[in-house]
């Protein structure tokens, strides 16, 4: 994976959480975080499903909630969870949903378990 801001969250969502839920397999989320990152970066008009984005925005969140090397609750890891919620609306996940959508739904539930323990 490319080095970006967010490599921090995503290794704390994958050594962490891989373990009990190996719900999102690190080899098929890298490709989706760096088409999120080239389209973002260019201008060729690369659209990326909103339900791939919510993944991202899922994985952001967990990996944060557990990084030792920030607060408890940080409230990226709020505003990560709520843009993983709004962007699994914007790609419409009750009428059509994706692999990435329901890996996001997967992920919102075991971040709640963990919550609860």
């Known amino acids: 994976m490319r080095e970006s801001c967010y490599s921090n969250s ?9 373990d009990s ?17 080239d389209a973002q970066s260019s201008s060729s008009g690369t ?7 919510a993944l991202i925005f899922i994985v952001l969140a967990v990996g944060t909630l557990f990084n030792l090397e920030i607060l408890p609750h940080h409230p990226s890891a709020h505003r990560y969870f709520r843009l993983s919620q709004q962007s699994l609306c ?24 963990f919550m609860s323990d």
Not at 21 to 37: D, H, K, M, Q, V
């Open 10 to 18: 995503v290794d704390h969502y994958g050594t962490l959480l891989v």
């Open 21 to 37: 839920y190996n719900i999102c397999p690190r080899p098929s989320f890298e490709p989706t975080l760096n088409a999120a990152l």
């Open 47 to 53: 659209r990326v499903n909103p339900q791939e984005i």
């Open 90 to 113: 914007k790609g419409d996940f009750l009428n059509r949903n994706t692999v990435a959508g329901l890996q996001t739904v997967v992920s919102e539930d075991a971040q709640r378990k």
